[in-house]
T-cell receptor, first 111, second 112 residues
Framework: GENVEQHPSTLSVQEGDSAVIKCTYS??????FPWYKQELGKRPQLIID?????GEKKDQRIAVTLNKTAKHFSLHITETQPEDSAVYFC??????????FGKGTKLSVKP | NAGVTQTPKFQVLKTGQSMTLQCAQD?????MYWYRQDPGMGLRLIYY???????DKGEVPNGYNVSRLNKREFSLRLESAAPSQTSVYFC???????????FGQGTRLTVV
């Protein structure tokens, strides 16, 4: 079945530095890749997504890149701020209509 | 417009007790999902319903049953709760596949 691997599991950066989180997926039929942010005690919320017909998408300090051949996609956060501290999840849709998540990355941004 | 609403928010059960977690969405979405979230394990899919009248097993279905009562509601039932089912449960919905999914606020379940 569909599998999504996410690395690293924890990431600590200084405020102002960049953070990169990487994911790989297994189902070649996947064509939509969302990223969710979950603050402590809250629900996951979509922050950015990318479809397989583009290689990169940006939204202010956040960008996502996709390499469909290698089945890799990555989240890039520039100029990190303390409010970026949260758990980030990548996900991919399986061919059965199921949405599969990676295990998450806990990002800590130190002031 | 409430989005995805889960009840209850918190619950403590004794081993062997049964209960049903309720989920309702008001976005006219076709697809609904139940996930459990455990430390270090991410969000694992328990069951999903791609459309009204259909349900399918996800990654961790054992010990659970679901009912897609109508297009709005998707319930998760624990017939005989076990301590291993202590977790935070999230319901989600989406208009279809390959599109944004929206989450409820979660239910924190403790089985003692």
């Amino acid at each position: 079945g569909e599998n999504v691997e996410q690395h690293p599991s924890t990431l600590s950066v200084q405020e102002g530095d960049s953070a990169v989180i990487k994911c790989t997926y297994s189902d070649s039929a996947s064509n939509y890749f969302p990223w969710y942010k979950q603050e402590l005690g809250k629900r996951p919320q979509l922050i950015i997504d990318i479809r397989s017909n583009v290689g990169e998408k940006k939204d202010q300090r956040i960008a996502v890149t996709l390499n469909k051949t290698a089945k890799h996609f990555s989240l890039h956060i520039t100029e990190t701020q303390p409010e970026d501290s949260a758990v980030y999840f990548c996900a991919a849709w399986g061919s059965q209509g199921n949405l599969i998540f990676g295990k998450g990355t806990k990002l800590s941004v130190k002031p | 417009n409430a989005g995805v609403t889960q009840t209850p928010k918190f619950q403590v059960l004794k081993t062997g007790q049964s209960m049903t977690l309720q989920c309702a969405q008001d976005m006219n979405h076709n697809s609904m999902y139940w996930y459990r979230q455990d430390p270090g394990m991410g969000l694992r899919l328990i069951y999903y319903s791609a459309s009204e009248g259909t349900t399918d097993k996800g990654e961790v279905p054992n010990g659970y049953n679901v009912s897609r009562l109508n297009k709005r509601e998707f319930s998760l039932r624990l017939e005989s709760a076990a301590p291993s089912q202590t977790s935070v449960y999230f319901c989600a919905s989406s208009e279809g596949t390959h599109i944004e999914a929206f989450f409820g606020q979660g239910t924190r379940l403790t089985v003692v």
